[in-house]
């Protein structure tokens, strides 16, 4: 069992960056695939940024590319999203995922562990 914690959510404004860590306990995440996905109101869940389980392969969703990276420090069994320039079409509760696979996975239904999400809300 994975539990994962999120921090790093905030007020920003537009322009501004935000750094989210996701803090894994219960086992390591050095053989987890790892998601960012983010949730606004009235939305269904999507996918941010995905890393393969040694971080070697990464993907982001289009309307992020540029401007967010996530990494992982596996020796820490923390991931990261640095979110520059950020917009506010980014608002919404952020949620870091981990499944056991070594592939990169894009759904949420895919993963089997998730945070209890983080609110980022950026004004105009």
């Known amino acids: 069992q994975v539990q994962l914690v999120e921090s790093g959510g905030g007020l920003v404004q537009a322009g501004g960056s935000l750094r989210l860590s996701c803090a894994g306990s219960g086992r390591t995440l050095s053989t987890y695939a790892m998601g960012w996905f983010r949730q606004a109101p009235g939305k269904e869940r999507e996918v941010v940024a995905a890393s393969s389980w040694s971080s070697g392969r990464t993907y982001y969703t289009d309307s992020v590319k540029g401007r967010f990276t996530i990494s992982r420090d596996n020796a820490k069994s923390t991931v990261y999203l640095q979110m520059n320039s950020l917009k506010p079409e980014d608002t919404a509760v952020y949620y870091c995922?981990?499944?056991?696979?070594?592939?990169?996975?894009?759904?949420?239904?895919?993963?089997?562990?998730w945070g209890q999400g983080t609110q980022v809300t950026v004004s105009s």
């Open positions: 995922a981990a499944v056991q696979r070594l592939t990169i996975l894009t759904m949420p239904n895919e993963y089997d562990f």
